[in-house]
């Protein structure tokens, strides 16, 4: 029944199916398999996945990520050879950040990096995870200063990245998949931060290039126009 079920996931994946369907699917094969560490990081994307379909709903997107980053936790302990485990662990604690404290974020910032970095051993050139790097380092890169002085406070060695080591994730992440909508926005934001502002363009009008078919596909090319008008 599992690898039935991860088949049919993982093509509802493929085919850009609703976020819903994979949960629906999901959700009674995790209730009968809840030690499948396959079974469980899908099912923690599929708390991503509906978490983005209401991009505006912050109560609703904190319920489901928080839900999906135990799911990930879970695959992670089952499993910590798979290098799937590893980045949507990752990608769930980034997640979660939205709703942290600056001090619960500095701290997760390493375990971040860290899952990130195991998953591109794992599996190198996946481009999810090397978007995910490129996130962390964007991230890092915009702490401001009194976040800083916090860091500094906190830990012996606070993170640190720049854009330009942002921008060279994102890049490698496009050419594995020039498809990523995300990565191609945060490409052109990170060009915006390097004051370049005809590879910004370049790249906010690659996203609007693409066809939306979700919710979070339409608020990803509503935020690549807006900045595409402001430049």
């Known amino acids: 029944m599992a690898d039935d079920t991860i088949a049919k996931v993982d093509l509802l994946a493929e085919q850009g199916a609703p976020a819903q369907e994979a949960y629906d699917v999901l959700t009674p094969a995790v209730t009968a398999n809840p030690d499948n560490a396959e079974l469980l990081w899908r099912y923690a994307r599929a708390h991503f996945d509906l978490a983005d379909t209401k991009p505006d709903d912050k109560t609703f997107r904190q319920e489901q990520l928080t839900k999906g980053l135990a799911f990930a936790q879970k695959a992670?302990?089952?499993?910590?050879?798979?290098?799937?485990?590893?980045?949507?662990?990752?990608?769930?604690?980034?997640?979660?950040?939205?709703?942290?404290s600056t001090k619960e974020k500095i701290g997760d910032a390493f375990k971040i990096k860290e899952h990130a970095l195991k998953a591109n051993e794992l599996k190198p050139r996946d481009p999810t995870t090397l978007h995910l790097l490129g996130r962390w380092c964007y991230g890092v890169a915009s702490i401001g200063w009194m976040e800083r002085k916090v860091a500094a406070t906190l830990f012996a060695s606070p993170p640190e990245s720049s854009w330009d080591e942002a921008l060279k994730y994102f890049l490698e992440a496009n050419e594995v998949d020039p498809t990523l909508r995300r990565n191609l926005l945060f490409i052109g934001d990170t060009y915006a931060q390097l004051k370049n502002k005809d590879?910004?363009?370049?790249?906010?009008?690659?996203?609007?290039?693409?066809?939306?078919?979700?919710?979070?596909?339409?608020?990803?090319?509503?935020?690549?126009?807006?900045?595409?008008?402001?430049?």
């Open 76 to 100: 992670l302990d089952k499993d910590p050879n798979n290098f799937a485990t590893h980045k949507w662990f990752a990608i769930m604690t980034s997640s979660v950040g939205d709703f942290q």
């Open 199 to 231: 590879k910004a363009k370049e790249f906010y009008l690659k996203v609007l290039q693409l066809e939306p078919k979700t919710s979070f596909d339409h608020s990803i090319n509503k935020e690549a126009d807006t900045k595409l008008k402001k430049l």
